[in-house]
């Protein structure tokens, strides 16, 4: 606007400052509103290394009593993912509370290096070479890849501010934790809980190894269902007269035509009724009765009519027709021959079911292998299947069923199937040679499987339903299946006799192997040959002298399950059982259930005293995160962005029992979350920039009443948070201190005491009550959040003021004892409190109706007049000069006569009567008050306000204080 276009206007007045602002105590502090924590926490982490102050938390709590968290080991394949994060997150929460509770609860993190995943991977970064390369040299290209994972991973979690022994931590490929495992194998297999034989296993046909049960997954797949018919090769009469001189099958229904080849009998259950269909075209089917509707649908014979009934036992070693080779089929009775689904007429392959194995064992059925470890089906009669993969040849089979007129119904169906763990890919049960330990093996008067389930009963499990899903896996599980056919991992360590093939069981020889592995790591089952191994002269129990070495691998579950062993018996700061395992639900199968499995055979007890299981996370919508949903969090990205404290915030606020949710939007309210809990710590310390304890702290019984009700109800809080803390309930953790920090110190403690704070004069006994309160509440507070906020908090102990003999970190700190945070009547204190919370709130209202009304502006224009029955009545006197400053008013009366605005409340009866304040406004701290200008020097400011301003030495002509 140009100056003449002023001309004629009456200069506006100029706006002269408040000199008097400049007066008031405004908080003063270092601590930024803006954390920048992905700048800060890096530059955080860097002094916690060079402070080695893991070295200073385990000094610190030398000689105290122990708790132990046994790490379970992750695999050393990829960066971290989010599962990762929350489990570690939980691991730190709990190892960081244990040692503010006072505990010595070192933490040794490990890493699962062994296994086919990362084989495969090598594998394919190997390509054709690998075919010319030794053993060994896999091996060591398998090792450097685990490495070269376990140094991301370990840089990762430290980023996200977890705490442990990272320089040294445990892996499964270490030479040490190699020799533990071959030596918890020897002692199993010197026990006599270990053999090798035939019997049928999981068998992934991608990656050419058995799987034990803890590596399956079931998923739906499509399967083929297909009603054959096998023709009774056996004179009919012999079932029964009826039949006499009439063509008869059985049918049997399946959904893997591909075992058919296999097939050497036909099931039935002894105590089933079975009948017999005659058809319109002559034909005589058994099936049971109770699914011969069923079967008459599925086979498309709807007139088939029953011409006689009789018992399965009736079918006892019969003779069948194969339906299209040149083979007999014999009739065998299983009580596992069911009704709820098929024939009641089950097609038995010996190699290819663990029941069809059982029965062909006592019934002296040859178990024939036709398919070769990837799967194909290989054959010597020209079969049109031979060659191919077993899910292939499916539809081939069907083809030779209906050519030989022996299919009599086909439909496809969609069930859930047995897929491999690492490839997810279709298994097959395939009868193989594997070692395994027995679950019925004898112990004192019980048996392994027996011991496992009464060890079970002795643990913590966390949630309860842990217990019965751990139990009914041991109770049901099949002999455990330890053997796989790879290179990368831990050898089963046996000598085999080339002339019996007996395994040789020599406690001295098994403990030099392991002595051998402890200095050349199990690579030296590779590097020697097995008379370089053994002691000269070694003889076989048939007197042979001449060994091979067993070059299968031990299940990684048994390497991770001896964990133990190899981590608990050898470190010094641990010991053996441990406090807790915490690990993902699917380890009821996995770690949980190995471990156990390999201490009670060992150790006839539990590895673990607890057991605490996380569910999943997911996304908002429930679904499994993956990349081609775009629906990942990566803890890594929102550590870079939004910092490793929104990680663990986050953490923090589920319930890690349950599937948890994240999204970018979680973790952005999380995010804002945590920047009202910073600012909450600024406005703390900002309040006590001026203030040494040794020189200005209040006893607690010369502190204003606002100030001892807060110090009450922190340590209320404080009680609550630690039980949090003790039961794992991180996430009540987090919304109490979040409830806390909102709803008591930001809109009522801290808003009420502003006027004290800023106006009171600084050395005054009330301010410094104010302060005193504030810093005890913020070093109570600050220890309560470190095991989550581990940045923040070592940030906001470096602000609070520095007091003899206080700790140089919060981490080496342990939790505030409620005693010293309150002495005395905490009870009484916060009961009274409630009654003068509850009338403070019918105030606000009716000043918030007043000012609606135009009648009042602030409400430091109004006085306030109250009356109640007589035991809020003594509450209200005993209070009187704190009702002031609580209902932010300029004065407060207890007067009798008050009846406006009468309130019945569950606290009891009072009345309200809201006035316009008398006195004239103070220019400094805006009350209402009689004594402004009662001090010369000051006249326009109320006589507390002068104090103030005699006190900073304010000079009312220059402005400034002196």
């Known amino acids: 606007m140009s100056a003449a276009a002023n001309d004629g206007a009456a200069p506006k007045p100029e706006k002269k400052p408040n000199a008097l602002k400049g007066t008031l105590n405004l908080p003063q502090t270092d601590f930024a509103m803006k954390a920048n924590l992905p700048v800060n926490e890096p530059l955080r982490l860097a002094a916690w290394q060079e402070q080695d102050l893991y070295a200073q938390i385990r000094a610190a709590r030398a000689g105290r009593e122990k708790y132990i968290l046994h790490d379970g080991p992750p695999y050393a394949n990829g960066a971290i993912h989010l599962g990762h994060a929350l489990n570690k997150c939980i691991k730190d929460f709990v190892v960081k509370s244990k040692t503010m509770a006072g505990f010595d609860a070192p933490y040794v993190p490990g890493w699962d290096c062994h296994g086919l995943p990362i084989e495969i991977k090598v594998d394919e ?61 020897f002692q199993f297999f010197e026990k006599g809980f270990v053999y090798k034989g035939l019997r049928p296993v999981y068998w992934c046909v991608n990656d050419k190894t058995a799987l034990a049960e803890a590596e399956v997954e079931y998923e739906m797949h499509t399967s083929p269902t297909v009603y054959i018919r096998y023709a009774l090769k056996d004179d009919p009469a012999t079932v029964d007269p009826a039949l006499a001189g009439k063509p008869v099958y059985t049918i049997i229904w399946t959904t893997t035509p591909w075992t058919t080849p296999a097939s050497m009998a036909v099931a ?53 027709r194969h339906p299209f080779l040149d083979r007999d089929v014999l ?154 056919q790879r290179i990368w991992g831990v050898p089963i360590a046996v000598f085999l006799c080339e002339k019996c093939h007996e395994p040789l069981n020599d406690p001295t020889i098994n403990a030099s192997v392991v002595e051998k592995f402890k200095t050349e790591g199990a690579d030296a089952w590779y590097i020697h040959d097995a008379a370089s191994l ?143 809990l910073r600012n909450t710590f600024r406005f703390l310390l900002g309040s006590i920039g001026d203030f040494d304890p040794a020189k200005h702290a209040v006893e607690f019984a010369d502190m204003q009443p606002l100030d001892q009700y807060i110090l009450a109800r922190t ?22 201190l979040n409830e806390f920090c909102n709803t008591e110190l930001s809109a009522l403690y801290l808003d009420v005491l502003k006027d004290r704070l800023y106006t009171f004069a600084p050395n005054s006994k009330a301010r410094r009550s104010a302060q005193t309160a504030i810093w005890q509440i913020a070093e109570a507070l600050v220890k309560l959040v470190a095991p989550i906020l581990s940045f923040t908090a070592e940030e906001v102990w470096s602000q609070l003021p520095n007091t003899e003999g206080r700790e140089a970190s919060v981490h080496i700190a342990e939790f505030s004892a409620d005693e010293n945070l309150f002495t005395g009547g905490r009870a009484q204190i916060i ?90 406004k103070c220019d400094r701290c805006w009350r209402y008050t009689e004594d402004v200008g009662s001090e010369a020097k000051y006249p326009t400011v109320c006589a507390r306000c002068a104090e103030a301003l005699t006190e900073i030495g304010f000079n009312p002509y220059t402005k400034e204080a002196e």
Not at 350 to 359: E, I, K, S
Not at 715 to 736: C, D, L, N
């Open 125 to 185: 970064q190997l390509g054709r070479k690998k075919l010319e390369m030794e053993p060994i040299a896999v091996r060591r290209a398998c090792r450097e890849y685990a490495q070269k994972y376990l140094d991301i991973q370990r840089e990762q979690f430290i980023r996200l501010g977890v705490f442990g022994r990272w320089q040294k931590p445990y892996s499964t490929m270490s030479f040490e934790y190699e020799a533990a495992i071959a030596e918890t194998f």
């Open 268 to 320: 039935f259950n002894p105590e089933f009724d079975y009948v017999a269909l005659e058809n319109t075209d002559g034909n005589v089917y058994i099936v049971a009765e109770a699914l011969a509707e069923a079967t008459k649908l599925g086979c498309n014979m709807p007139d088939a009519k029953p011409i006689a009934t009789f018992k399965g036992l009736k079918l006892d070693r019969v003779l069948f």
């Open 331 to 484: 009739g065998v009775l299983a009580d596992y021959v069911t009704a709820e689904q098929g024939t009641g007429a089950v097609h038995t392959a010996p190699a290819h079911g663990v029941d069809d194995f059982a029965t062909g064992k006592r019934y002296g059925l040859e178990t024939k292998f036709y398919v070769d470890n990837a799967g194909r089906q290989m054959h010597t009669g020209g079969e049109p299947y031979e060659g191919l993969n077993v899910f292939k040849s499916n539809a081939v089979i069907v083809e030779l069923l209906k050519e030989k007129g022996a299919l009599l119904g086909y439909a496809e169906i969609t069930h859930s199937y047995p897929h491999c763990w690492r490839c997810h890919k279709p298994v097959i049960v395939r009868a193989t040679e594997q070692w395994f330990i027995g679950m019925e093996t004898p112990m004192d008067e019980t048996t392994f499987r027996q011991r496992a389930l009464a060890e079970i009963d002795k643990v913590t499990w966390d949630p309860s339903w842990g217990k019965e899903r751990i139990s009914n896996m041991i109770a049901t599980r099949p002999d455990w299946c330890i053997s796989r």
């Open 534 to 676: 053994l002691p000269a002269g070694t003889k076989c129990r048939c007197g042979h002298t001449e060994f091979r070495k067993e070059m299968d691998i031990l299940d990684v579950w048994f390497e991770s399950g001896a964990s133990w062993h190899a981590v608990l018996d050898v470190e010094p700061e641990l010991r053996w059982p441990a406090d807790l395992y915490t690990e993902g639900g699917d380890q009821h199968r996995g770690w949980f259930h190995s471990s156990l499995l390999c201490s009670v055979g060992v150790r006839d007890a539990a590895p673990y005293k607890m057991v605490a299981t996380s569910g999943w996370t997911l996304d908002e919508q429930g679904r499994a995160m993956s990349k081609s949903l775009g629906n990942v969090v990566d803890p890594v990205d929102i550590a870079k962005r939004l910092g490793a404290e929104i990680v663990r915030l986050w953490v923090a606020s589920v319930d890690f029992r349950e599937d948890v949710a994240a999204s970018e939007n979680l973790m952005q309210r999380v995010s804002d979350n945590y920047r009202k």
């Open 715 to 736: 340590a209320e809080v404080s009680t609550k948070i630690q039980k949090a803390y003790a039961e794992f309930e991180f996430h009540r953790v987090y919304h109490t």
């Open 831 to 920: 009961s009274e409190w409630e009654i003068l919370l509850g009338i403070r709130k019918a105030v606000f209202e009716l000043l918030e109706v007043l000012r609606q009304q135009k009648k009042i502006g602030k409400s430091l224009e109004a006085s306030v007049h109250l009356s109640a029955t007589r035991t809020m009545q003594q509450t209200l006197t005993k209070y009187e000069t704190s009702l002031a400053e609580l209902f932010g008013v300029s004065r407060v009366f207890i007067d009798p006569s008050a009846d406006d605005g009468r309130i019945d409340s569950p606290l009891g009866t009072f009345a309200i009567d809201v006035r316009m304040a008398s006195g004239t």
